[in-house]
């Protein structure tokens, strides 16, 4: 169990369009969500911390009106890229706490390659 | 500031060495430890953890690691490395307290090349 998904797995758009990247929690329900963005031969950074029904916590740096976080049920959380340019080209992974569990420990997802031209 | 500390970019090893992969942190209290790996254009697989107890914790595909409160080290070892273990591995962080979101903090990460 505890398996998390991301589509897509990869997405190619021009600059000035907007993106959107959902993140299910397949077998689970998920009260927090994570979104983090890697740069190639980086480590995870993470952008902001999604909880089901209410708004996203932004890190610091992070702008909001620009990555659109929705997590409107248990098992959903969606990233948008508003207005994407070539520097928003990354990886992002999202990450799901299963709600109940002992150490609340995340689920990865396989990640959304966005490359924007 | 709390931080993970991965001090080596690359580690190399040759199939069926054993295989150190090493991590030190600086966060306060007891915090939670991990380890995930991450192959190319994928997210990252949960290898390992640490909460509480015994200070040697096994893990999946023979992975273990050894923690050290002294020391605040939580290095991965695997007594016997192989090819298929070649991958970008992290180091991770859960601070007791981290704002009531169970945030991690992850370490630079490591890429182990294992050669036949």
């Known amino acids: 169990g505890a398996v998390v998904s991301q589509h897509p797995s990869w997405v190619i758009c021009k600059s000035g369009t907007s993106v959107k990247i959902e993140c299910r929690s397949l077998?689970?329900?998920?009260?927090?969500m994570f979104w983090y963005r890697q740069f190639p031969k980086q480590s995870l950074m993470l952008m902001a911390t999604s909880n089901e029904g209410s708004k996203a916590t932004y890190e610091q740096g992070v702008e909001k009106d620009k990555f659109l976080i929705n997590h409107a049920s248990l098992t959903l959380s969606t990233l948008t890229v508003t207005s994407a340019h070539p520097e928003d080209s990354s990886f992002y992974i999202c990450s799901a706490i299963k709600a109940g569990s002992s150490y609340n420990e995340q689920f990865f997802g396989p990640g959304t390659r966005l490359t924007v031209l | 500031a709390q931080s993970v500390a991965q001090p080596e970019d690359q580690v190399n090893v040759a199939e069926g060495n054993p295989l150190t992969v090493k991590c030190t942190y600086s966060v306060s209290g007891n915090p939670y430890l991990f380890w995930y790996v991450q192959y190319p254009n994928r997210g990252l697989q949960f290898l390992l953890k640490y909460i509480t107890g015994d200070n040697l914790v096994k893990g999946s595909y023979g992975f273990e690691a050894e923690f050290n409160k002294s020391q605040t080290s939580f290095h991965l070892k695997k007594p016997s490395a192989l090819v298929s273990d070649s991958a970008l591995y992290f180091c991770a962080v859960r601070p007791v307290f981290s704002g009531g979101y169970n945030k991690l903090i992850f370490g630079a990460g490591t890429r182990l090349a294992v050669h036949p």
């Open positions: 077998d689970f329900q998920a009260t927090t």
